[in-house]
Structures are given as C-alpha cells and as structure tokens.
T-cell receptor
Framework: NAGVTQTPKFRVLKTGQSMTLLCAQDMNHEYMYWYRQDPGMGLRLIHYSVGEGTTAKGEVPDGYNVSRLKKQNFLLGLESAAPSQTSVYFC????????????????FGPGTRLTVL | RKEVEQDPGPFNVPEGATVAFNCTYSNSASQSFFWYRQDCRKEPKLLMSVYSSGNEDGRFTAQLNRASQYISLLIRDSKLSDSATYLCVVTNQAGTALIFGKGTTLSVSS
C-alpha cells in the first residue's frame, strides 16, 4: 500500500495563477482532509470530506475549492493564488469509528510545499 | 477559548528525564482524542490514541480527564529520538473532523 500520496511535492506560482493539488489514498478511507501548516499557526483545516461526492468547509476555506468525485481522491484547487497562500499543504485520510461515526486515526501524505510570489 | 490549547514550549530536557505535556480542549462532546508526533518538515504521525481509562505504550502514557477537558502525555526515560513536536488532537464540534493543537516542542539533549 502506498498510503496517502500528494502531487506535486513542490510548486512555485505567481500571484493570480491557478493550480490543483491532488491527494490519493489506497486504504478505502471514507474521510479525507486538507490542512495547511504555517509557522506558529499549527495545522489548520481547510476543507474535508466525509464520503465520495461530499465536501465541507473547515477553519480556513476562503480562496480554496475542493472536489471528491472518487472515494480515493481529494482535490484542492486554488483559483487565483495569493502570497498569503504560501504554505505547506497536508492531505490526510481516515476511517470513521464504528461506534460514534467520528473520524479515527488520520494518515497523512508527505505534504506539498507551495510558494506564491 | 480555543478548541485545543497546548503550551508551545520548548521543553528542553536531558536524556533519561521524564517530561509531561498537557492539553485542554473546549468541546465537551468530543469523542476521539489522540497524540500525534511531527518531526521537522515532515508529516504528522500518530503516536497514540487516548482512552478514557488512560493507556500506556512503552515509555509513553496518555491520560484523559473528561470532567476537566484535559489530556496529558507523559514520556519516561527520554531519548534523543523523542525530540519532535507533539500535537494534541480532538474531534471537532460536529464530530466529523479532527482539530489539531499548535503543538508542544520537545528537545532532548545528551
């Protein structure tokens, strides 16, 4: 199993450009997440999905869109990149717990380092 | 009150020391609790889940106090390899996602 993979690993954009980050998992997890991590800010949830075809906003959703057309993939889009979106982006996936339906252990991808000039 | 609060540290300890980290959370309905470990410029990885009765994994012990909405992690006999940032994690208000604390940095020196 590859676990959680992210594409690309690094990217440099100019302000106003668009791009899509791809996250793929081969563990048949229901839940998938996109986080950004900035120095001193910790991990902040951007968007998440509790199943194929569903998405929901997290803590910092503005400027991002997501899609979950297939269970194994979760895409994060930046329509018009801004320097404030320079960050490390982590994707994660998890099962839901059988008892409460809450997310179980999250498995993370290696991250995408994005710089917006 | 922030959803998950941790002392950022850093905690600087010698090898062999015992160190404890604390975490408070605001959502009394949270169902799942975890400690994750993150090494510099790497992805977070699960260290251990935290159960109501408390649990131990080798040198690591986690405790949960639901009444005080408090989670702790105790590391005994610290190793150089324990140097990392430790993240406290709880379920969000809706129970659909995990919320991460900003982390506590541990540095173990010889």
């Amino acid at each position: 199993n590859a676990g959680v993979t992210q594409t690309p690993k690094f990217r440099v954009l100019k302000t106003g450009q668009s791009m899509t980050l791809l996250c793929a998992q081969d563990m048949n997890h229901e839940y998938m997440y996109w986080y950004r991590q900035d120095p001193g800010m910790g991990l902040r949830l951007i968007h998440y999905s509790v199943g194929e075809g569903t998405t929901a906003k997290g803590e910092v959703p503005d400027g991002y869109n997501v899609s979950r057309l297939k269970k194994q993939n979760f895409l994060l889009g930046l329509e018009s990149a801004a320097p404030s979106q320079t960050s490390v982006y982590f994707c994660a996936s998890s099962y839901s717990t059988q008892t409460s339906g809450s997310p179980d252990t999250q498995y993370f991808g290696p991250g995408t380092r994005l710089t917006v000039l | 009150r922030k959803e998950v609060e941790q002392d950022p540290g850093p905690f600087n300890v010698p090898e062999g020391a015992t160190v404890a980290f604390n975490c408070t959370y605001s959502n009394s309905a949270s169902q799942s609790f975890f400690w994750y470990r993150q090494d510099c410029r790497k992805e977070p990885k699960l260290l251990m889940s935290v159960y109501s009765s408390g649990n131990e994994d080798g040198r690591f012990t986690a405790q949960l106090n639901r009444a005080s909405q408090y989670i702790s992690l105790l590391i005994r006999d610290s190793k150089l390899s324990d140097s990392a940032t430790y993240l406290c994690v709880v379920t969000n208000q809706a129970g659909t996602a995990l919320i991460f604390g900003k982390g506590t940095t541990l540095s173990v020196s010889s």
